[in-house]
């Protein structure tokens, strides 16, 4: 009688397991059953925002659901991220570049979510991110400036930007034993416009917020920290091309879900955004247009390059020293 009960059991457990495991792609099917929002991490204007509007209208045909897109900047991203996870609802997703929070261990003692709240769903593009300085300096590569930040130390400085950039970049300048001190800056354009006038000599910064004094010709990319040059920049080298791989970083851009979001619904969503993305060649080449590098991918790829840049990030810190203060 025992051995026939654990046998029922088993039968039964099983049983659930396979009805459980069909229901995730039926919900996935279903889906959507109201509105969705897409909650922005940056202002109305920026390269996510855009990217993101410009798909909301083609998925809300494909959904036949509105789609409401909603800018919720400040924070280093967490309030964005905090009103993904609070709302945990599978209708309410993030839209952020993935260098806003891969820091944030390393900057908050206590955080008001776990990397799991947030699951990649889909990739939208690679932020393209320039390593810039004064038209006015004397040095044409990026082995250049490493040459004259030897032979000056401690004469020239340095801004970046919060978060998984300035962690890289800071650690590159230990490791290369560079003496460049740090200016802060609230506003990335502020930096940009000392970097104009020579007040900073170096800037590691969103191609798009640069791309305005490059134009108008006072300051130069040396190179750009993407695994691959951007087709708007085909002269520019990336960093491992230029000799100084320790700089790579993706500006890695996408959406994510909330709190246990299946990966049956998170496919199915990557698949819509890819297949509307494909429909319509005005996205990629808006994107383009704002300083980015359109590409489309999966959950699965785009976790695996995140995991890729936490890691890194975590390098940078430690090699820093670097503790939580805030």
Do not use: C
């Amino acid at each position: 009688m025992h051995q026939f009960r654990n046998a029922v059991l088993a039968i039964a457990a099983g049983l659930l397991g396979a009805l459980m495991l069909e229901a995730v792609p039926a919900v996935a099917q279903q889906w959507p059953q109201r509105p969705v929002k897409f909650i922005v991490s940056l202002g109305p204007g920026s390269g996510i925002d855009i990217g993101t509007r410009l798909l909301a209208d083609g998925l809300s045909k494909r959904w036949g659901q509105p789609v409401v897109v909603e800018n919720r900047p400040g924070g280093d991203a967490l309030i964005a991220i905090s009103a993904v996870v609070s709302a945990n609802d599978d209708h309410v997703l993030l839209a952020t570049p993935s260098s806003s929070f891969t820091a944030h261990p390393h900057q908050y003692k206590t955080l008001p979510y776990k990397p799991s709240d947030i699951p990649p769903v889909a990739r939208i593009s690679n932020t393209i991110i320039a390593i810039a300085v004064p038209s006015s300096l004397e040095v044409k590569s990026l082995a250049d400036f490493v040459g004259l930040a030897r032979a000056k130390p401690g004469a020239l400085n340095w801004s970046g930007t919060t978060g998984a950039i300035d962690f890289l970049f800071a650690g590159f300048l230990k490791n290369a034993g560079l003496n460049i001190s740090k200016v802060p800056y609230r506003n990335p354009v502020e930096a940009i416009n000392d970097l104009a006038t020579g007040r900073i000599q170096v800037n590691e910064t969103a191609y798009a917020i640069a791309r305005p004094q490059v134009q108008a010709g006072k300051i130069k990319v040396l190179a750009v920290t993407n695994s691959t040059r951007a087709p708007t920049l085909p002269d520019i080298p990336t960093v491992t091309e230029a000799g100084f791989p320790d700089l790579l970083l993706d500006g890695l851009v996408g959406f994510f879900g909330g709190p246990d979001m299946p990966l049956a619904l998170r496919e199915r969503i990557a698949a819509d955004v890819i297949a509307v993305a494909k429909a319509d060649p005005n996205i990629s080449e808006r994107l383009n247009m704002t300083g980015q590098i359109p590409n489309f991918g999966g959950p699965a790829e785009f976790g695996a390059e995140i995991e890729s840049q936490r890691k890194r990030v975590a390098a940078a810190a430690q090699s820093l020293g670097v503790t939580p203060t805030q």
